[in-house]
């Protein structure tokens, strides 16, 4: 069982937008603005989408944004391409016991 | 640009031993800290142990601590990973991620490729 959940599943049709949440604890998510998400296609390594909440590392398309509030953090694809379909984590610093926890994953669709 | 490049995954029996390499360039590996992150197959990311970029702390995923050990080669841009008493639980993908800190794991802006781990007898 994962530390951070997230719904298995998203799917939204291209142009569209979609909303993946990502829900902790009072000792992560809700406590920490390190809150990182993370886009991995079939084979591929992990890449790096969004970083301490909002940021977007040089290179990422502006359509994913990403939010928090209270113990619950959101990623947001805007504009949804076919590119887009792809596996989605999150992540958080969780302070010095558990240090990174992870969400177990959102499979995005585009229809 | 970044490249970080694993090596020394591999099948080993359970309660066996294994270290995995990662080479590290196109950035100035002495100033970040490092990670290690597993995923185990048909499932998600996990994170294992992370160093800060002296090398002088360490942090561990209760699940392997005391059994894994972190450390790096500054001077070979090389991140390690011992891997000992391993066991079932423990086969998974393990990739190498730089973080974007320089002492505690944050979040990771650039990921290896991945080296396997097996365990099985």
């Known amino acids: 069982q994962s530390a951070l959940t997230q719904p298995p599943s998203a799917s939204g049709s291209p142009g569209q937008s979609v909303t993946i949440s990502c829900t902790g604890t009072?000792?992560?998510?809700?406590?920490?603005?390190?809150v990182s998400w993370y886009q991995q296609h079939p084979g591929k390594a992990p890449k790096l989408m969004i970083y301490e909440v909002t940021k977007r590392p040089s290179g990422v398309p502006d359509r994913f944004s990403g939010s928090k509030s209270d113990n619950t953090a959101s990623l947001t694809v805007s504009g949804l391409q076919a590119e887009d379909e792809a596996d989605y984590y999150c992540?958080?610093?969780?302070?010095?016991?558990?240090?990174?926890?992870f969400g177990g994953g959102t499979k995005l669709t585009v229809l | 640009e970044v490249q970080l490049l694993e090596s020394g995954g591999g099948l080993v029996q359970p309660g066996g031993s294994l270290r995995l390499s990662c080479a590290a360039s196109?950035?100035?590996?002495?100033?970040?800290?490092m990670s290690w992150v597993r995923q185990a197959p048909g499932k998600g990311l996990e994170w294992v142990s992370g160093?800060?970029?002296?090398?002088?702390?360490?942090y561990y995923a209760d699940s392997v601590k005391g059994r894994f050990t972190i450390s790096r080669d500054n001077s070979k841009n090389t991140l390690y990973l011992q891997m000992n008493s391993v066991r079932a639980d423990d086969t998974a993908l393990y990739y190498c991620?730089?973080?974007?800190?320089?002492?505690?794991?944050?979040?990771?802006?650039?990921w290896g490729q991945g080296t396997l781990v097996t365990v099985s007898s």
């Open positions: 009072s000792s992560d998510v809700g406590t920490y603005n390190f």
């Open positions: 196109g950035f100035t590996f002495s100033s970040y800290a």
């Open positions: 991620a730089k973080d974007g800190a320089l002492v505690t794991p944050l979040y990771f802006d650039s």
């Open positions: 160093i800060s970029s002296g090398g002088t702390r360490t």
């Open positions: 992540s958080s610093y969780a302070g010095t016991n558990n240090f990174v926890v």
